[in-house]
Each structure stands twice: as structure tokens, then as C-alpha cells.
């Protein structure tokens, strides 16, 4: 089933964050994050500012994820998985983002004692985003 995209909703919690990172895959499958300020616009979200190493990642492998941390320990992060596609800009090149899943997540708080200790736990919320498919 299709989810209604809510990028106002997306908007809103971006802007709750200071700033997010970026992340893109090398060439030989590794992680490369640098910190950005993106924007949520047009149905999707701008990312400016951007060196030559992650421009070339996301137009190799446009698959990218965008992640907050949270302002202050025990907030919510938000997650945003896309696709990227580089354009140019009027400062350089920018990537723009097409969101296929949002969430907001945290760890849930400490197990107590008798809990099992193994257990790995959290507290997330999915924000919907149109075009994914939803079970």
C-alpha cells in the first residue's frame, strides 16, 4: 500500500536537528559521512556544500541516507533513506534527495535487572513518505 508523503511532517522534525549527516558509499563499499545542513524542499531534500568525494559517491551510488542525531541525549534521531541525485547549484554541485523512508529513533531506556540483558530495544516512529510500501 502507498503512504501519503507528509514532507511538512518531515520538514517540522528536520528542523528540530542542528544539522545531519551525510552518508554515501565508496566505491569499495565503505561508509563516508560528512555533516551538512540540508533543506526539505520541492518533495525532496538539498544538500549543499558538498566536497568533490561525496558528489562522486552519491552519482556512482545513489542510494544515501540522511541521519540527525539528536539535539540532547535521549532525543530522537531521524533517519531519512533516498535517492540522490547530483545537480548543479549556484555555489557548486548539490545533491538532491528523493526521502523512500523516514524514522525517528532512539534507544528505549535501560532494561531493568530482570530483563534480559541481550535484548536490544528502541524506540522508533516511522514518518510516512510517499511512493515506499507499507505492510
Not at 526539505?40 to 541521519?67: F, H, K
Request: glycine share 6%.
Amino acid at each position: 500500500m502507498s503512504v501519503p508523503i507528509d514532507l511538512a511532517e518531515l520538514a517540522r522534525t528536520a528542523a528540530k536537528h542542528d544539522f545531519a549527516y551525510l552518508v554515501t558509499t565508496t566505491e569499495d563499499g565503505r561508509a563516508h559521512l560528512v555533516a551538512v545542513q540540508p533543506v526539505v524542499e520541492d518533495r525532496m531534500v538539498r544538500v549543499a556544500c558538498l566536497g568533490r568525494r561525496t558528489l562522486a559517491n552519491a552519482s556512482a551510488r545513489p542510494q544515501v541516507t540522511l541521519a540527525w542525531p539528536p539535539r540532547a541525549a535521549g532525543g530522537h534521531s531521524l533517519f531519512v533513506d533516498g535517492t540522490a541525485e547530483v545537480r548543479p547549484g549556484d555555489d557548486g554541485d548539490i545533491i538532491m534527495v528523493s526521502p523512500s523512508r523516514a524514522v525517528l529513533h532512539r534507544p528505549a531506556p535501560s532494561p531493568s535487572p530482570t530483563d534480559d540483558p541481550s535484548a536490544c530495544v528502541s524506540d522508533c516512529v516511522e514518518l510516512p513518505v510517499a511512493g515506499t510500501a507499507s505492510s
